[in-house]
């Protein structure tokens, strides 16, 4: 095992955003953005543990954000979209994943727990325990993604705010460790402790398993290469 940090620390100077800790995100979705399909909410049927139903949109190319939820207790969550005042024609669309495997244009209802356009109120995008989510969500991480519900390109882009109220924490930058909002030589070492240890089920890893990046059980090769792109980018924002 050792042979393994020996060669993430080799590998460190050559690295060529997850984890901004808050309850509110303030951000900008435009020409920019990465792009993915948008999904209906129609015909979802909300579910904790990923078998939730929706039906693929006719529009593509729309501009989104990821997000990882970390869920830290069982009680009501409330996830909340709406336009800034600035960009006020914005209309926001949220779509919660047990998995990264929903993002881009491949399928966009892969792992989908629940998706919503307007039940906040338009122009609100809002998911709510009980209502269009689970009355509780498992404590684990979730993959939340922030884009636009509109066919119009003039409502796609524009300046979001997102707020999560409950036990639940937004983690936007992919690598910040320490939620100090950046990804520097402290989360390296964080990193690095995982690495060594591989499996997210083995007892010395931190709970819930935070520097397993891509969700699939182990600290590898593969988080490794997203914490090093967030590591050569060091401020989240």
Sequence with gaps: MQNRVAILLALAPLAAGLAR?????VFDLGPLSPRMDRLSDAYVKNSAVCNAVAIPSANTGVPYRLF????????????????????????????????????????PTLDLVAADDDSGGYPKARLLSGVNLPNTLFIRDYFLFVSSYSART?????????????????I????????????????????????????????AMPAGCPADLNADGFVDDIDFQIFATAYDALLCS
Excluded: M, W
């Design 154 to 170: 003039d409502r796609r882009s524009g300046r979001v705010r997102l707020t999560v109220k409950g036990p639940a924490t937004l």
């Design 68 to 107: 990882r939820l970390r869920v830290t207790g069982l009680a009501p969550i409330t996830i909340t979209a709406e336009p800034d005042a600035s960009t006020p024609r914005f209309d926001p669309f949220l779509a919660l994943h047990c998995s990264p495997n929903g993002l881009g244009t491949n399928n």
């Design 21 to 25: 800790a808050d309850d509110l995100s």
């Design 172 to 203: 936007g930058c992919p690598g910040d460790l320490n939620s100090d909002d950046q990804v520097d030589d402290s989360d390296f070492t964080i990193f690095a402790k995982a690495y060594n240890i591989l499996d997210c089920a083995d007892p």
